[in-house]
């Protein structure tokens, strides 16, 4: 059966190793690694041979234990780390028929201004936490090639008030800010650039429940007005049931299951998988 | 009459690896289904009713087995080896599916919660609060509950916004699991009386009943499940 869209990002058979490598290890034989680390060379092999679409307006769950590879994976497809092997396409970028990780650095940084938006667990990795809330905001607008200081303000405006950060604390650093509100300026200055692709790591790990939830429905409002593509890593499987549409599952730098995130949940096939969904409280 | 729905030869079996495990659930189904019929289907719990269901509805991954579907979209096509994509384009067009627990979303209140569901099919916000009122008043929700939080709900009240849910979207096929449960009889009635009205208005169903007084003159055929496998006879 043909498929009747088209996916706005498709990555395949991506890998990221940290290590240049050495024979025992080098045909990534996983009888010699242990879990994703070859125990003669200490290469770690955090990102095997990925390969997953993305679609409009859909928003793709990954999760996994700490050290699965899920941030690695992230970072790889925001260009902040370079990767190992494999392709990517973003169908925005030149018709979706050039891979973007073989790209110029220079394109790259288009390509992430342009066409992408990231929010970092850690607010401090995503955000100049002693600039205005409002010249984060900017930061991101002048790098994809506002120069109109009014309509960047008009612009900061509007988005710190859809991430209810008042607008007479605009001129605030965000080291002022409570954690929850950090990271909400973080999701205004990703969305600043109207990306089609909105990547989320771990956005609400560490925030309070009710920050968490507020955070939460903002994604999902967000997602829904806006109708971009998310890709959310979270170990919370609460929070991939509430937005998730599709989930993958990763397990030492592999992509174990994929599937409708109520199958991942409700019918699990993995041995990994069944713990993790056992483990739910 | 069209077929809408056949299920051929569908098994399911849990592998649970951690208990060294393995259940079969399905053994050999086969259910068919015509446009605008409404089928039911009976057996003691545990026999698979829901099995079946959530199969379809791929909540449960399938195995063997077949299930045909007439798509108004992509035409005929197996749900079981559907991709995951085209899947949640029938959850969202095509198929509803009523549970006996309500699905709530926290902090989303009744009316938000039926308005979603049109609003995902790419409705503006006019037409989704407009179609939403509507099923709600259809479904004789209380007013006064329209902006409160389901979490709170009686169970009559949590079920039928949840038919109203699935029934905003007009879906072709509803899987009504269970919709009965735990009713009184009066929320009962009422529930019967918004199927007749469905049937009326051609919608296909299939549904899972425990009682089967409740299930007589309404349904146009039965299904008997036992042990994961049909009953030989067919009512």
Redesign the interface.
Known sequence: ?T???LPVLSVSNFNKQFGKGCPSCKDSNEDSLKKNYCPVCGTVYACQDITFEV?AG?ILGVVGESGSGKSTLMQCLYFDQEVSSGEAYISSYKDGKRDVFAESSQQKRYIRNHMMGKVYQNPLWGLRINFTSIGNIAEKLIAAGNRHVGKMEARGKELLEHVNIPIYRMKEAPKNFSGGMQQRVQIAKALSNNPPLLLLDEVTTGLDLSVQ?SVL?LIKTIQ?ELQITVIIVSHDLGVIR?LA??TMVMLDGRIIE???T??IL??P???YT??LV?SLL | MEKILAIEHLSKTFVIHNLNKQIEALHDICIDLNEGEFVGITGKSGSGKSTVFKCIYRTYAPQQGCIWYHSKKFGLINLAELSERQMIYLRKYEIGYVSQFLNIMPRTTARELVKQAVLEMGYEEERAELEAVKMLVHFELDQELWDCYPGTFSGGEKLRLNIARAMVKRPRLLLLDEPTASLDPASKLKVRELIEQLKKEGTTMIGIFHDIEFMENLCTREYTMREGKLADFEL
């Open positions: 059966m498929e009747f869209e679609y859909e939830a429905d829904r509430m549409d599709r994929q599937g409708l109520d199958q409700e019918d096939q993995h041995d069944q713990h056992q």
